[in-house]
Nanobody, 120 residues
Framework: QVQLVESGGGLVVQAGDSLRLSCAAS????????VGWFRQAPGKERKFVAS????????YYADSVKGRFTISRDNSKNTVYLQMNSLRPEDTAVYYC????????????WGQGTQVTVSS
């Protein structure tokens, strides 16, 4: 089973700033998988942010982050990144990365999460 470890959060940034999150995978490669980023704000449900199909690099984004966030992957490092620009206070949340097989409907491996706080 793959292990996912997020990093890059854990600090407070100002509105308009940028931040890059990383999701490092270990245990196996991700060549047949989709890696996604989700976020959960206090008192709210966890929501989809972005995903990337590992073998093609095709990204998908939630409407709320289109044009501001970019998901990418580094094959050599088995790592997925989430570049977040023009951050807003409403982006404040715990960010999780997750992985699923390309043919599976649900994500079944999750990281522990990393806090992103955006102040106004």
């Amino acid at each position: 089973q793959v292990q996912l470890v997020e990093s890059g959060g854990g600090l407070v940034v100002q509105a308009g700033d940028s931040l890059r999150l990383s999701c490092a995978a270990s245990g196996r490669t991700l060549s047949s998988y989709v890696v996604g980023w989700f976020r959960q704000a206090p008192g709210k449900e966890r929501k989809f942010v972005a995903s990337i199909r590992w073998n093609t690099g095709i990204p998908y984004y939630a409407d709320s982050v289109k044009g501001r966030f970019t998901i990418s992957r580094d094959n050599s490092k088995n790592t997925v990144y989430l570049q977040m620009n023009s951050l807003r206070p409403e982006d404040t949340a715990v960010y999780y990365c997750a992985e699923r097989d390309y043919s599976a409907p649900n994500y079944d491996s999750w990281g522990q999460g990393t806090q992103v706080t955006v102040s106004s």
